[in-house]
């Protein structure tokens, strides 16, 4: 098995631009979650999906930030405009409904000059 | 509303001894799960080990168990034959049982290994 895959691994961008974060979760799992690690808030968790549909949105920090799953293979995250705050390392992680804990991907190192 | 505290930032140990890493949680569920993540320098978050709250026996992994007091809840992580490849940020979390499993994490603790 693959595991969860998440491209890019780094990004460096400008304020004001537009960030896109890409996830595949391994196959089979009906849930996937966007989490974001920073040195002063910890791990967070920002949205999670289930059979491809939104459950929870409530940790998405702004209206800036965006997230979609348009197949159960794919989601992304973005944010628009970004700022230097977002800078973080954001993790995409995958389970199944039967099984105990998530599975992570390598995560995206996202840094806003 | 689940919380996940961990008291140590930092804990050193020598290689091939043991160590212990402290959590405690708060929940007002009456079932649970908890975890520890393993975190290395390549940040890659790696699950170490798992308990249903529901057990009593503590869950073992190799080197690696649990000391899980439900009435105290303490969840502590014993690491034993400490090798340098274990040197990493390690997350206690917990989650509620059903559906999606929403993970709360603990501040984590940075374990060095010395040699």
């Known amino acids: 098995d693959a595991g969860v895959i998440q491209s890019p691994r780094h990004e460096v961008t400008e304020m004001g631009q537009e960030v896109t974060l890409r996830c595949k979760p391994i196959?089979?799992?009906?849930?996937l979650f966007w989490y974001r690690q920073t040195m002063m808030r910890g791990l967070e968790l920002l949205i999670y999906f289930n059979n491809n549909v939104p459950i929870d949105d409530s940790g998405m920090p702004e209206d800036r930030f965006s997230a979609k799953m348009p197949n159960a293979s794919f989601s992304t995250l973005k944010i628009q405009p970004s700022e230097p705050r977002d800078s973080a390392v954001y993790f995409c992680?995958?389970?199944?409904?039967?099984?105990?804990?998530?599975?992570f991907g390598p995560g995206t190192r996202l840094t806003v000059l | 509303a689940q919380t996940v505290t961990q008291s140590q930032p930092e804990m050193s140990v020598q290689e091939a001894e043991t160590v212990t890493l402290s959590c405690t949680y708060d929940?007002?569920?009456?079932?649970?799960?908890l975890f520890w993540y393993k975190q290395p320098p390549s940040r890659q978050m790696i699950l170490v080990i798992r308990q249903e709250a529901y057990k009593q026996q503590n869950a073992t992994e190799n080197r690696f168990s649990v000391n899980f007091q439900k009435a105290a809840k303490s969840f502590s992580l014993k690491i034993s034959d400490s090798q340098l490849g274990d040197a990493a940020m390690y997350f206690c979390a917990s989650s509620r049982p059903q559906g999606a499993q929403k993970l709360v994490f603990g501040q984590g603790t940075r374990l060095t290994i010395n040699p």
């Open positions: 196959s089979g799992h009906d849930y």
């Open positions: 929940t007002s569920e009456s079932d649970y799960y």
């Open positions: 992680a995958s389970s199944r409904l039967d099984s105990l804990g998530q599975y």
